[in-house]
Nanobody, 124 residues
Framework: QVQLVESGGGLVQAGGSLRLSCAASGRTFSRNGLGWFRQAPGKEREFVAAISWSRHIIYYADSVKGRFTISRDNAKNTVYLQMNSLKLEDTAVYYC?????????????????WGQGTQVTVSS
């Protein structure tokens, strides 16, 4: 059974940092594009960042560019999201996801596998 399991969420003050991890099991994703999305209460799920299997192509949402960094360790079948300079508006449930192929996209409906999400709460 394929699983993506996020960890690293929690409560942090504005300006602080968190590092999210997403570990995959059940199959290797070393040739798949991986991404992070988030969903705040009352809002639609939105794209955060994505990384190609080779790490050569990376996309960020404008709202996180310069503050968040996506990375991956194919040997560990894991993708990370380093979040710095966190803002109140970053509060959301964060999901990792995998595309069925090696390329990446910002569109959530093109991701085939999803984790269960991890809560990130930024306080003032």
């Amino acid at each position: 059974q394929v699983q993506l399991v996020e960890s690293g969420g929690g409560l942090v003050q504005a300006g602080g940092s968190l590092r999210l991890s997403c570990a995959a099991s059940g199959r290797t994703f070393s040739r798949n594009g991986l991404g992070w999305f988030r969903q705040a209460p009352g809002k639609e799920r939105e794209f955060v960042a994505a990384i190609s299997w080779s790490r050569h192509i990376i996309y960020y949402a404008d709202s996180v560019k310069g503050r968040f960094t996506i990375s991956r360790d194919n040997a560990k079948n894991t993708v990370y999201l380093q979040m710095n300079s966190l803002k109140l508006e970053d509060t959301a449930v964060y999901y990792c996801a995998a595309v069925g192929t090696g390329w990446i996209t910002t569109r959530s409906n093109e991701y085939e596998y999803w984790g269960q999400g991890t809560q990130v709460t930024v306080s003032s």
